[in-house]
């Protein structure tokens, strides 16, 4: 049972290294048709980037089946990729953007630091230039600010940058 259990911490871990590869060159990459519905103002309930929440949810179910079905440890690994998805659906879509009715802002510590980075990245409009690219895990906000700063063009302002979530707007210092 100890073994099991490291493989699915070990696989939460792994998925968020692996989701900030995936958002970076996948979803900002030849992926952008779908993730810039994340990235651009809409009302609706559900939007194109919710795919890959599917996606990967499917991915998690055929290893969860493999492995009950006696291919041990892909169980274990597709329940670390539960686990991560379920930690991506509160951190991510809850306390960032806001897409249930959980509507708690942080004022410190690491949610604070997660909930500032992820709003520096969504400063970004576009599929070039972004940065902070994980979902649990963010740089230091004073280096994102830096960075942003240093890839901002006079055509792109964070300072005119608005989250498409109403939570007011952005600046480079991430407030």
Same mark, same amino acid.
């Given at each position: ?20 590869? =995936?958002? /970076? ?9 779908? $993730? #810039?519905? &994340? *990235?651009?103002?809409?009302? +609706? ?59 708690? =802002?942080? /004022? ?9 980075? $992820? #709003?520096? &990245? *969504?400063?970004?409009?576009? +599929? ?48």
């Amino acid at each position: 049972m100890l073994l099991n259990t490291l493989i699915l911490i070990a696989t939460v871990a792994g998925m968020e290294v692996a989701a900030a590869l =995936i958002h /970076r060159y996948v979803m900002h990459g030849f992926g952008w048709r779908w $993730h #810039r519905s &994340h *990235h651009e103002p809409h009302q +609706k309930r559900f939007e194109l980037n919710d795919l890959y929440a599917v996606v990967f949810a499917a991915i998690a179910i055929v290893l969860i089946a493999l492995g009950t079905g006696g291919a041990w440890p892909l169980q274990w690994i597709g329940a670390g990729m539960t686990a991560y998805g379920l930690l991506y659906f509160v951190v991510h879509d809850g306390l960032v953007h806001k897409r249930w009715p959980f509507r708690y =802002i942080p /004022r410190r510590g690491y949610l604070k630091r997660l909930y500032l980075a $992820h #709003r520096l &990245h *969504h400063a970004v409009k576009t +599929k070039e230039r972004g940065l902070s690219f994980g979902f649990l895990y963010a740089p230091p906000t004073d280096k994102l600010r830096e960075e942003l700063r240093r890839r901002q063009s006079p055509s792109t302002s964070a300072d005119a940058a608005t989250d498409r979530h109403d939570v007011g707007p952005v600046d480079a210092r991430g407030r």
